[in-house]
């Protein structure tokens, strides 16, 4: 069974050969290669060669194209500020003041020249290994995006005291440029999209909130975009809302390292597939014990029927996670993954 | 010690109109509350009540962001507001330096507010400032205390330069670090240095009063 097919069978809530492994590997790509951070996402032939050669070095189950979350905001005519041992940043918030809003337009990803190269990268990714191993990507949901575009204390103000009209007019630019991105990977060639929504976590908003202010944006996009999605929230919690994710239309979500994985399972195991939840912060600190510890507890408790992949909690692991934890990793879930078969 | 009735009633408003992210409800429960108690117990009593049960339960995990955020720019507007020339009674008298080693400024923000509404004397250096700077300040300012702000992990590992800093100076300026790595991993704030971690605005402030107690 090949990585594409096993990930299938788990994702149709069946029990393929072994529980499939996805290392959301951003940054490591750069370090195989001899490059620094911000030459390495320079070329879509870079990010490219850097997923296959950790796919050959780690053997696990997927190829992220997904370069940083601040290409999203250079769409939009942003910036991007690079860091040598760490995930790019966006730069100064791109929307200063809330008239900035009515003159920001809908970028149209197959045009951006930011997009292009994550473009280009699925498709050589495509090219190479379609059908054998999944190619996955993230994308910033609308709801969180404009606390990129204009930072998170003005997003607050604007959700939490400011004018409607004004909101809704930035969520409707958001939706489309969501909707239009998510799409545009699909056509390149991804099989499945992380659709990130850190501020639907526990941490940041309410169940009523959720309900009140981004429900209906996250499901009306997701709707509208034509494949496979997943709902992530950065390492955050969504236990509180875990009964609506399925009603997003997302075929799967990903579970927070502090999130209780085995109820997680117990309630909605059934409607949608399960990311996670190794701690991607705690395991730059983790001794290869610890690592199979962890390994074996989340399988223990998401493996059971299909319907899970495992996966670190974030979707992106730290650049500071070495080698040997990393194989440990894979090794543990081939060791311990086979869902108690004997053979 | 005996709380009165109405000044136990006010805060439970107050905080039920902080949860609610209601700054209209906010004010006017303020208002009343500084027609019948005077502005200064509603500085020394009534917001510090409602905030520190707000601490709780963000603590519990029973409230969130928003929630805190809302409560910090309520607080603010009700400093400027009614009481701009007011000395806050002082829980804690110190003086402390704080900045985000990245672009994260919420956290730290939020913190500053909660800090100045309690008396304390912040120094704020904004957002991605390096080590050498955030240490030379508090030397500088004769700061009691560094506040460390980061969201990102290749960030909070930075902090242990500060603390390289203070020890080849012989400095024993406390450290203490917030910033969601710290809650992933329970045991980052002392890899990195620091002398206690603060995952709130209120739980900051009794950190930094058992640190200073010190």
Known sequence: MNSYDRVMTALSHKEPDRVPVFLFLTLHGAKEQGLTLKEYFSKAENVAEGQLKLLDKYDHDCLYSFFYASKEVEAFGGTTIFYEDGPPNAGSPLIQKLEDIDRLTCPDPQESEALKEPLKTIKLLAKAKKGEVPIVSAMISPFSLPSMLMGLEQWLDLLLFGDRIVRDKLLDVMQSFCVSWANAQFEAGVDAIGFFDPLATSEVMTREQFLSFDFNVAANTIKKIKGPIVYAGAGGRFEHIIDLIPKTGAIGVVVSSNDNLKKIKQLVGDEINLLGNLNNIEMASWTATKTEAEVRRCIEQGANGGGFILADQHGELPFCVGDGILHKIVETAWKVGNYGRKD | ?214
């Not at chain 2, 009735?5 to 107050?14: A, G, Q, R, V, Y």
């Not at chain 2, 700054?23 to 019948?36: H, Q």
């Not at chain 2, 670090?177 to 605005?201: C, I």
């Open chain 2, 1 to 214: 010690m005996l709380i009165d009735k109405d000044e136990w009633t006010f805060s439970s408003n107050l905080l039920e109109s902080l949860m609610d992210c209601d700054r209209f409800k906010a004010r006017i429960v303020l208002d009343e509350a500084a027609k019948s108690l005077g502005t200064e117990k509603v500085f020394s009593d009534v917001i510090p009540r409602a905030l520190n049960s707000l601490g709780e339960r963000w603590a519990k995990g029973e409230a969130a962001l928003t929630q805190i955020y809302a409560a910090s720019r309520i607080i603010e507007e009700a400093m400027d507001r009614l009481s701009p020339n007011l000395q806050t009674t002082s829980q804690l008298k110190c003086k402390v330096v704080i900045g985000a080693l990245d672009y994260h400024g919420l956290g730290k923000n939020i913190i500053t507010k909660f800090l100045r509404a309690s008396g304390v004397e912040v120094i704020d250096l904004g957002t991605s400032i390096s080590p050498e700077r955030l240490a030379e300040a508090a030397i500088r300012n004769k700061a009691d205390a560094i506040l460390v702000s980061a969201l990102m992990l290749h960030a909070c590992l930075r902090t242990e330069r500060i603390k390289r800093i203070l020890d080849s100076q012989g400095l024993k300026i406390p450290i203490m670090v917030g910033g969601a790595p710290f809650n992933f991993d329970s045991t980052l704030w002392r890899k990195v240095g620091a002398d206690a971690k603060g995952r709130n605005a209120c739980e900051t402030f009794k950190e930094l009063t058992e640190l200073l107690k010190k």
